[in-house]
């Protein structure tokens, strides 16, 4: 019988490579908000994965690109960061992307690598620079399924043997406060365009069960004051909306019926503010 593994992974590549919806495809379970804008993940985020011979622990990172603003290059930075303390990096490409260099930033990095081509059922994979830095290369697709089991095993045989290191029924190490925001975020991207929901944050206030509702309060902070009527819409129809369909989605992810009251309030240029990004849960 083998050994038992466990270790970190980092997941990384460039914004929207499918880095959160490969992590909620293996895991079963959505952890990660997604979207279809460009940098929807800001914080780390860990997934655990645990099998009979294995636990593998996933960290899901913001995309490695070359941003102007300071606070998308300190979230590139911290997703390097983290490939540097994990014991194999997992590198996103899409098929058919061209390889840049967000690509050869991560490619530099220490072995072990694994390069994930994504997408592969949508077309052809495109040159990769020098393969053979890479310990594996596996084609996959996380709406079909195609290559995740091969990748899992790919993985598995990289890590250091130990003991799992989480219950084997923990999906990640995040609170049920953070996951909240972060539902709300989500909606956010959906409803809103252009600079806003980059310059939003989510700051829960309150979070609490009375008789088997969940009450949860929570700001909405912006950057410049002229954001906060966009949010708020006209006759504050925007920010009602957005309340509806956060509500809806926190309800049926708990299972309890959640009472939720938004607030719209200025925290000037927070991105610029690392120690207040740090604060909310993005760096």
Known sequence: MSAHRCGFVALLGRPNAGKSQLLNTLLGEKIAIVSAKAQTTRGRMLGVLSRPDAQILFH???????GERSFNQLMSERALETAEGADVRLLLFESGARWDIAEERIAALAPPLVLARTKCDLGAPAPVGRPDRFARIVEISALTGVGLEALVEALVSLLPEGPSLYPEDTLTDANLRFLGAEQIREVVYELYRDEIPYAVAVEVEEWKETDGDLRIRANLLVERESQKGIILGSGGSALKA????????????LGKRVHLALW????KNWTKRPKRARELGYL
């Open 60 to 66: 899901d990172t913001p995309g490695v690109h070359r």
């Open 264 to 267: 719209v309030k200025l925290d």
């Open 242 to 253: 957005l309340g509806t369909e956060a509500r809806k989605r926190l309800s049926e992810r």
